[in-house]
């Protein structure tokens, strides 16, 4: 994507787009699979963990990426989509992890299905991973 295009997007979730933001926004776009922090040190071994981890922390504010908890331990995160509010009902999405390759994706057309709760509970977040072999890791 060209960066003209990243820094319109960034500009239109309110995050002013640095270099290092464009840069790791770009490394997010590129990669299908969801990143973890570490993942972003390895490939940016110039940048300090701080500052990619504040890049990182920016996103997740302004709703550029989301969390997922794949269950491994690691926290991962990817893009939303555009107009994602991050909200249960109309958002959150299935996430896929591959027992092979170890790499975690966004089932962003599979929404979590409506989980009707006993009352007096609400929820506030939510996170299905499905587990299993991904198309990329043959049989
Ligand atoms: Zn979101
Ligand atoms: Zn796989
Ligand atoms: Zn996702």
Do not use: W
Not at 25 to 42: I, M
Not at 76 to 81: F, G, H, M, S
Not at 93 to 99: G, K, P, V
């Amino acid at each position: 994507m060209k960066t003209a295009k990243i820094e319109s997007l960034l500009q239109k979730s309110n995050v002013r787009p640095t270099a290092m933001r464009i840069l790791v926004y770009n490394f997010l776009l590129e990669n299908e699979a969801a990143k973890s922090l570490t993942d972003l040190e390895n490939y940016f071994d110039k940048s300090d963990r701080t500052t990619l981890y504040r890049t990182i922390k920016t996103f997740e504010d302004k709703g550029v990426v989301h969390q997922i908890d794949d269950g491994t331990g690691t926290t991962k995160y990817a893009l939303c989509e555009q107009g994602c509010n991050c909200q249960i009902e109309t958002d959150l999405h299935l996430h896929f992890y591959c027992n092979i390759c170890d790499e975690t994706v966004c089932l962003t057309d599979r929404k979590i299905p409506n989980i009707n709760l006993p009352d007096g509970y609400t929820a506030e977040d939510a996170n299905l991973v499905i587990k299993g072999r991904c198309e990329k890791c043959p049989e």
